[in-house]
Structures are given as C-alpha cells and as structure tokens.
C-alpha cells in the first residue's frame, strides 16, 4: 500500500490529461490528483494505472477509464452532503472520488467477489461511504429514497424504473444504456411524473448484472 511522489506526479500528469479531454471541474480534477488509483488495480497493471484506460479486475469486471469516472462526476455536479446513490462498486476507485467530493455514498455491488474486496479495502484508505450493499443494483436502494443524485457505473440495457422513483425531485439519474456500447444518458425529475432526458455520446461498460452472482 506504498504511494509515492513518484506516483503523485503521475496522477498530476493524468489530471492534465482529463484537462485537455473536457474536464474542467477543479474538485473533480483534484480528486483524481489525490487517490491513488494504482492501489485499486493489481500491482501487475500498476504501471499503467495512471494512463487514461479502463483495466480489469476481479470478477470479470473492470476498473472504469479515468476520463470515465471524471466525466460522470462532473456532469452529476455532486456537491458537498448531496446524498448518491452508486450502482456497481466495483473497485471503488468511483465511489473513492464520490467520497472526495464530500458526497454522502450508497454503493450497491451485485458481485459478492468484489463487495466482500472493496468493501475491506476502501476504509484501509480511509473511504468510507454510508452503506456498503451487496444486492441488486436495479432495485436501487428504496429504504434510503429519495437521492440527490444517482450514478449507475455499468451498461444498462434499459432504464430501470426504481431508480427513476428513488430520485428527489431536482435530482439526476446518469446512467449508461445499451448492450454493446451504450449512450450515457442523464434524467433530471422536473417533478413526480416528468422528466428531462439527454444524451451525452457514446461510452463502453461492462454490463449490469440482474439477479445473479
């Protein structure tokens, strides 16, 4: 569990990168400046955990490209004690950026490999969400409804209508939806039965487990 200045320059180098890429959000950037996302990755790949790439991880599952998970907290505008409601964990290096932006997480991972891991992991570096869940990510989470905002970190073939229900109104839902390549779509609630939809390009996920481990 070692970061040195060595890596620190190259998470500043990788900030720079984002910079150039579209992301303007200083918290944001900063946030990729502070965590040590080679800590996430196995050591293997640490070589590499500062390029701008998705990388796997356990599970079959991967750890998301850096100008993803920069690009998804910007848009989501997640401010300090908004309450997020994350789907799909993961390595955590999303929820890690969520919790550096002072935003009060919910995580939901649906692979009991991957819950047990980084729900150990992430307070050894001192991230600490409000609730780790291992459970169904299309469900959400309806006992702590309504969220301020809602980040779905994995390809969704459709919308699922629980987490459209679980947004305050004013809330986003950003979720990308597709089978192979999906289209990052952003729901904002205009009010208890509207809402605005927009599409913000094409990304690659892994795709959203339903039901199964």
């Keep these: 569990m070692k970061d040195t200045a060595k890596h620190q320059g190259l998470r500043n180098q990788l900030a720079t990168v984002l910079k150039a890429k579209g992301i303007t959000d ?16 196995d ?5 590499h955990a500062y390029q701008d790439k998705a990388f796997p991880i356990a599970a079959d599952q991967t750890i998301s490209q850096p100008y993803t998970v920069a690009f998804q907290s910007q848009t989501l505008e997640i401010k ?8 799909g964990t993961g390595s955590g290096y999303q929820t890690a950026t969520l ?3 002072k935003a009060e997480v919910y995580s939901i991972e649906r692979q009991h490999e991957l819950f047990k891991k980084t729900s150990l992991f992430l307070p050894k570096l001192g991230y600490k969400p409000k609730r780790f869940i ?6 959400g989470l309806k006992e702590q409804a ?6 779905v970190t994995a390809g969704a073939p459709f919308v699922p209508k629980p ?6 109104v004013g809330g986003m839902l950003l979720i990308p939806v597709g089978d192979t390549n999906q289209v990052m779509t952003l729901f904002i609630r205009k009010s208890a039965k509207e809402f605005e939809k927009q599409e913000l390009g094409d990304f690659a ?9």
């Design 163 to 168: 987490l459209l229900s679980q947004l305050k």
């Design 146 to 151: 309504p969220f301020d905002k809602i980040i």
């Design 26 to 41: 200083e918290s944001v950037l900063n946030a990729v400046r502070k965590i040590p996302r080679h800590l996430f990755i």
């Design 80 to 87: 300090k004690g908004d309450k997020v409601l994350e789907i």
């Design 205 to 213: 996920f892994v795709p959203m487990l339903e039901e199964r481990n």
């Design 43 to 47: 050591s293997s790949f640490e070589s």
């Design 99 to 101: 919790l550096e932006l």
């Design 134 to 139: 291992f459970g169904d990510g299309y469900k």
